[in-house]
């Protein structure tokens, strides 16, 4: 089987920025023979396990997660079938891929978030409170990204650059446009040279899309089901 290396790079991506912000919170992870899975409870909004290639066997991947687990699986390649170990489909999204983005000047509004009090603003309007921890922001593989309408953030992303590409992640908007656009020129200034990756689904998808991206692969994260025989 040839797997389209921009697929690979969104994936080992993913793997890396899992392991940044488990390491933000001294979790313990491991690896085993293609699978991922967080030793310790993870922070919010991050599954507790990670296919890292096509081709495990359902069977074998419950038996590693155990029958207690009770944690989200991220299932990067889309070919597993968990529903018979005891879950059921969170959500389906597509990796996406841009060539290196050219750097412009800064898109009116945007800044990277370079304290702990906006930090913390940006972290309560994105729902994403606990996650990322004063120290991320002296990261040099890091930039929290956050437009501002006057004092107020309106949007935000995070991008991390990991091996050859720059990932972006945690895309949001209290307002349109979504600032897609505007993301890829900020990764350009700050990472150059750099191709981009990341997963999306929904309106993002689509404007990630509109912006540059093109879809290389599905992607499917299971959570467990409460009740199944």
Do not use: K
């Amino acid at each position: 089987m040839t797997l389209d290396p921009r697929r690979v790079a969104a994936i080992e991506a993913s793997r890396a920025w899992y392991e940044l912000t488990y390491g933000l919170h001294g979790i313990r992870h491991g690896v085993e023979d293609g699978l991922w899975i967080a030793l310790d409870p993870p922070p919010p909004w991050h599954s507790g396990a990670l296919t890292l290639r096509p081709g495990l066997s359902a069977a074998w991947v419950a038996e590693q997660l155990g029958p207690d687990f009770a944690l989200s699986v991220a299932d990067a390649y889309a070919d597993l079938d968990l529903s018979r170990y005891g879950f059921e489909v969170l959500f389906d999204a597509t990796w996406i891929h841009a060539p290196a983005p050219t750097a412009g000047p800064v898109p009116d509004g945007w800044s990277v978030i370079d304290s702990a009090p906006a930090l913390a603003e940006w972290s309560e309007l994105h729902d994403y409170r606990g996650v990322l921890t004063e120290p991320s922001l002296r990261l040099p593989d890091l930039r929290v990204l956050a437009r501002r309408r006057g004092t107020m953030i309106t949007a935000g992303a995070v991008l991390h650059r990991t091996g050859p590409v720059v990932a972006v992640s945690n895309v949001w908007s209290a307002e349109p446009p979504s600032g897609w656009a505007e993301i890829m020129i900020m990764a350009g200034r700050l990472f150059p040279g750099r191709p981009m990756v990341g997963y999306e689904s929904g309106r993002d998808l689509a404007d990630a899309r509109a912006a540059g991206f093109v879809a290389v692969g599905p992607h499917r994260v299971w959570r467990p089901c409460r009740d199944f025989s």
